[in-house]
């Protein structure tokens, strides 16, 4: 399950992000982006988050998951398709093999939501 080593990765670039501000806010939500050609399971990488995040300064913050779609384009037929997942990633127009991938690689953190203090009236 690698999904348990990009979950330690995730929580080190966090980490080095949160100790670097100077009031170390609590962290409510992290925004992931990740592409269904990275083979990553967002399930599995949902339950390792929860689980290697208790007793850590993410153990409060909530993993959103958005799935970006393989999107492959044909240099033969000059179009753009979504490939079907299995040994054959082919144009279905032409068959010509998949070799410009425009969307599914993604694996990044969009977005850090984290409590802000109230600020006094």
């Not at 080190?12 to 100790?19: A, G, H, K, M, Q």
């Not at 393989?70 to 079907?84: D, G, M, N, S, T």
């Not at 410009?100 to 006094?120: F, H, M, N, Q, W």
Request: aromatic fraction near 10%; charge should be negative.
């Amino acid at each position: 399950m690698h999904e348990t080593d990009m979950t330690k990765a995730l929580m080190i670039t966090l980490r080095e992000w949160w100790e670097s501000q100077p009031t170390r806010p609590p962290v409510e939500r992290v925004f992931l982006t990740v592409g269904q050609f990275t083979c990553v399971e967002p399930a599995s990488l949902q339950f390792a988050f929860e689980v290697q995040t208790r007793g850590t300064f993410l153990a409060n913050a909530q993993l959103v998951i958005q799935e970006t779609p393989l999107i492959a384009f044909c240099q033969v037929c000059q179009l753009e398709y979504r490939p079907k997942f299995g040994l054959r990633y082919a144009c279905p127009t032409c068959q010509a093999p998949m070799d410009d991938i425009r969307s599914g690689r993604e694996l990044k953190i969009d977005r850090v939501e984290y409590a802000t203090a109230a600020t006094p009236p």
